[in-house]
């Protein structure tokens, strides 16, 4: 059974830096993907970005593509967020998902792809 364990959430204001971190236990294959999304209060769960076990290729959501910078060292992923903005503001995720890469971002960051979650935590981007 695959368990994700979430660190690094809590809060900072604008244009300040935060680093969540995510433990992967229990996976069984060789090729999967490990994502981070987010879900703001009153809106659907957004992909943020994601990671591939096999060769490390790494996707991003336009919203944050230049700020966010994913990483994976064994088997924890790590996601370096700077430059914060109040539209940050959500509970974080990360999950395990696909074992077939695309190309396609909008495909790697579905979140319906992905099928073991984190408990989430809530990152809070506010003066």
């Known amino acids: 059974q695959v368990q994700l364990v979430e660190s690094g959430g809590g809060s900072v204001h604008p244009g300040g830096s935060l680093s969540l971190s995510c433990k992967v236990f229990?996976?069984?294959?060789?090729?999967?993907?490990i994502g981070w999304f987010r879900q703001a209060p009153g809106q659907e769960r957004e992909g943020v970005s994601c990671?591939?076990?096999?060769?490390?290729t790494t996707y991003y959501s336009d919203s944050v593509k230049g700020r966010f910078t994913i990483s994976m060292d064994n088997n924890i992923v790590y996601l370096q967020m700077n430059n914060l903005k109040s539209e940050d503001t959500a509970v974080y995720y990360c999950?395990?998902?696909?074992?077939?890469?695309?190309?396609?971002?909008?495909?790697?960051?579905?979140?319906?792809?992905?099928?073991?979650w984190g408990q989430g935590m809530l990152v809070t981007v506010s003066s």
């Open positions: 229990g996976v069984t294959v060789k090729y999967y993907t």
């Open positions: 990671i591939t076990s096999g060769d490390a």
């Open positions: 999950a395990t998902g696909p074992t077939i890469y695309t190309p396609d971002a909008d495909v790697m960051l579905n979140h319906r792809l992905y099928d073991s």
